[in-house]
């Protein structure tokens, strides 16, 4: 796939230290996309600096992976791919897509289409067998991102989140990702 989108260059890479406006570019995004619900997890961007906090901690967990998606080299969306504990050797075999988004100025690009396919290209480096995600039920645009790409959904929660008071709906799902499964249902 060509990197030459309509309207700018994107770039999807893994992400393993900061540098420049790294740090900046990718709380700007984050705090946009929280402020137009989409997939982060909080309702109100939180005060920049525990934003940035997070951010850097991000990068020190060792069962934690950053990957990100830039347009015309700024940060506009990211997910990570988080594995099992060390002691659990039961679950080893499995990762958790988490914290994916796309900053609502850069959606319409691919870049999350991109972002999954090198979060899933990781997940194989690193021997993993099975991926784990779940959404709230009104991300719509990435409930059908992940339907397109395989994921299956497996179950729903009524009172999967919180939201303005209002109980929203969640769903579950996974993809296998060895070989065997390949170009079959799981």
Not at 80 to 102: H, K
Request: neutral net charge; proline residues 5%; aromatic residues 10%.
């Amino acid at each position: 796939m060509s990197d030459i989108q309509a309207f700018g260059k994107v770039k999807v890479e893994r992400l393993t230290r900061y540098s420049g406006t790294d740090l900046d570019d990718l709380s700007e995004a984050t705090e946009s996309a929280i402020v137009e619900g989409g997939g982060f997890g909080w309702l109100k961007p939180p005060p920049r600096q525990l934003l940035e906090n997070y951010w850097k901690g991000v990068l020190l967990v060792p069962e934690r992976r950053l990957v990100v998606g830039r347009l015309d080299g700024v940060i506009c969306g990211s997910a990570q791919l988080s594995r099992a504990p060390r002691n659990n050797e039961a679950q080893a075999m499995a990762g958790t897509v988490t914290s994916a988004f796309v900053a609502p100025w850069a959606r319409g690009h691919g870049i999350g289409r991109r972002i999954v396919s090198e979060i899933e290209q990781l997940a194989r480096e690193l021997g993993l067998l099975v991926l784990n995600l779940d959404l709230r039920d009104t991300q719509r645009a990435a409930t059908h991102l992940y339907e397109t790409l395989g994921y299956r959904r497996w179950g729903s929660h009524p009172f999967y989140a919180l939201v303005e008071g209002e109980f929203v709906p969640g769903h579950y799902y996974y993809k296998r990702l060895d070989e065997a499964s390949a170009g079959r249902p799981a």
